[in-house]
């Protein structure tokens, strides 16, 4: 077995084992009162599975190798991001480099490109994270220096303002379940 086939695996299980990771975050993230980072963890949650999906399609058959499992019990929101933030950190700046240029000098191209490409989307969910925790930090989660517009996530309500609504006035929902409106069409 080459090294690159023990990466797969390696990249496979490290990728599984975030995905479950995020969605007992984004658990956590809720009872804490913070939907808008809940979304977060979850749709993060879907690229890790997207990930693991990707790289199960280029192991191909039975695999073996050893490796070290690290779990941290959960902790409060903002030792969750830090934890997240960390690992999609070594993600994109040591493991996913370091397994391209092995699949690269191993001659298999096209996995060099995929580990290069998945440690770019690694490299945004850290920034990502990076700036949720500043946010968190600074309570600036459910407030802003200037006008936004805060979309209830619920029911669609859209309030401007430098806060989001103690409660939505369309559905009566709680403030943790607005975000900041993005339009994406």
């Known amino acids: 077995m080459n090294k690159t086939q023990q990466n797969l695996l390696k990249a496979f299980a490290g990728e599984s084992q975030a995905r479950n990771k995020y ?53 409060s929101l903002l030792e969750n991001l830090k934890e997240a933030m960390g690992g999609e950190h070594y993600e994109n700046t040591i493991m996913y480099p ?12 096209e996995i ?8 770019e989307v690694e490299e945004y969910h850290e920034a990502r994270y990076k700036k949720l925790i500043a946010d968190l930090e600074n309570d600036k989660i459910f407030k802003k220096d200037s006008d936004v517009q805060w979309k209830c996530r619920n ?31």
């Not at 949650?45 to 990707?54: G, Q």
């Not at 240029?101 to 191209?109: Q, S, T």
């Open 23 to 75: 969605q007992f975050f984004a658990e956590k993230a809720r009872e804490e009162g913070y939907e808008n980072i809940a979304a977060i963890f979850d749709e993060t949650a879907d690229n890790e599975k997207a990930h693991a999906r990707r790289l199960m399609e280029f192991i191909g058959g039975y695999v073996e190798t050893e490796g070290q499992l690290k779990i941290k019990p959960r902790g």
């Open 98 to 109: 370091e397994f391209s240029k092995m699949a690269k000098e191993e001659g298999f191209d």
């Open 112 to 119: 060099s490109k995929m580990f290069k490409e998945i440690g």
């Open 155 to 185: 029911c669609g309500y859209v309030h401007t303002g430098k806060e989001a609504p103690d409660t939505c006035p369309a559905c009566g929902y709680a403030r943790a379940y607005y975000e900041i409106r993005c339009e994406n069409y």
